[in-house]
């Protein structure tokens, strides 16, 4: 889910997703850690600091907001939320609270994978699933094209601003993200090919327990690298140093995107 630096030139083939060798929407760049806004004095970052956590937790509720309206869609979800909703399915449990077990499940993977966390890493775990769960007690169902339709598109608009929002904030990447990249520098395989495989894995293993794939799935899967894309631009940071902005640490048209 949230996911999830911004360093990246190749064009995933289901999402328009990007990389540049192993660095990917982690909010970080080499050189720095999770939490310092990259390209930023000390003094900067410190003052960017309430405007960072803002669109942190903006961005990660409004991540669980956008899968809640795809979730009542009933028009397919993004792929880490099929096997959410397919394990939701098997357990009984929230498809929020699945999301949180499972973000903790990954988080775990990368202590072998040698992966540092961030703020922004461990709060996706908890705050996406919690703003999901919140938004499905209060939406109601959808009955109709002409209501599931909208919903969807409105879903996948909403996580494309989302995803902007929170990755520009520079706090870490999300969990499965780091799977995807520790995966990437431990064997030496594209992150191309890790993202390919892990989310193919996750997408088949949901359909199989009942999560729900359909147009919505592979609108979401081409639409969000260039809607996360346009809104990583309007969310970047400011830097002190060159008047300009930046987000997570690489030009805006470099990026790999995934809660």
Partial sequence: ???????ATECHASGHYHHQRGHLLSGTTPGTTPGEAPGATPGTTRR????????LYAGLTLYGVSS???????????????LHQGLAELTGLSIGAVSIVVGAAVLL???PLRQRPGLGTVSNVFVVGLAMDAALALLPDAQGWAVRVPLMVAGIVLNGAATGLYIAAAFGPGPRDGLMTGLHQRTGR????MRTLIEVAVVVTGFALGGTVGVGTVLYALAIGPLAQFFLRRFALPTAATGGVVASGGPPEQAILQP
């Fill in 48 to 55: 960017q600091l309430p405007r960072r956590l803002t669109q």
């Fill in 109 to 111: 993977l990368w202590i």
């Fill in 190 to 193: 594209s992150i191309r090919l």
């Fill in 68 to 82: 809640a309206l795809l979730v009542v869609s009933g028009l397919g979800l993004e792929p880490w939320n099929v």
């Fill in 1 to 7: 889910m949230v996911g999830c630096s911004v360093q």
